[in-house]
Antibody, heavy 126, light 107 residues
């Protein structure tokens, strides 16, 4: 079955960087888009970013554009989230999730998100 | 960005009752709406996509309806495992956005 395992979370100071990884298995990773979604303490879900199946395109939430970069390595079945210039408001559980798929004829993801990993906690604090 | 407003924030019901959750979009999103279930300590799970299609493994007591700006998720005959927070999400435009959530709690 599909497995998504996030890693790389931790406690960091404001202004620093962190890279999250998500190892995927149980499906043809190179065929579908991948998402990152986060949940701040006591808050709801916030979509962060998506990357196309082949890495050719990315989209970001306004709150992270220019600071975060999503990438993937299809040879390693892994998707990444590089987070720079971290702020206190970036504190959250970060979930890696698979696009439901299949992609359309243009290669675009469906933007329905499932399944999700268990998440990794990122705390930005001085 | 498209804002999704969910109501009520909290719904207190007993097992066996019917739950009706609302999601209103700030502009028309056609039928490009999904619902997710999220329980504490677990990964969120897709319940409904494209307004009314049940995701794999979701029982028939879950149903969705609506179009344009007003959408509803109905849980008929609530089971103990249905008590959770439910979020709506739109894919009509970038960025993808979620509603603030409705908590369905045991009365």
């Amino acid at each position: 079955q599909v497995q998504l395992v996030e890693s790389g979370g931790g406690v960091v100071q404001p202004g620093t960087s962190l890279r999250l990884s998500c190892a995927a298995s149980g499906f043809t990773f190179s065929s579908v888009g991948m998402h990152w979604v986060r949940q701040s303490p006591g808050k709801g879900l916030e979509w962060v970013a998506v990357i196309w199946y082949d890495g050719s395109q990315e989209r970001y939430a306004d709150s992270v554009r220019g600071r975060f970069t999503i990438s993937r390595d299809n040879s390693k079945n892994t998707v990444y989230l590089q987070m720079n210039s971290l702020r206190a408001e970036d504190t959250a559980v970060y979930y890696c999730a698979k696009d439901v798929g299949p992609r359309d004829r243009s290669g675009h993801p469906t933007n329905w998100i499932d399944p999700w990993g268990q998440g990794t906690l990122v705390t930005v604090s001085s | 960005e498209i804002v999704l407003t969910q109501s009520p924030a909290i719904l207190s019901l007993s097992p066996g009752e019917r739950a009706t959750l609302s999601c209103r979009a700030s502009q028309s999103i056609s039928r490009y709406l999904a619902w997710y279930q999220h329980k504490p300590g677990q990964a969120p799970r897709l319940v409904i996509y494209e307004t009314s299609n049940r995701a794999t493994g979701i029982p028939a007591r879950f149903s969705g309806s609506g179009s344009g700006t007003d959408f509803t998720l109905t849980l008929s005959n609530l089971e103990p495992e249905d008590f959770a927070v439910y979020y709506c999400q739109q894919r009509s435009d970038w960025p993808l956005t979620f509603g603030g959530g409705t908590k369905v709690e045991i009365k």
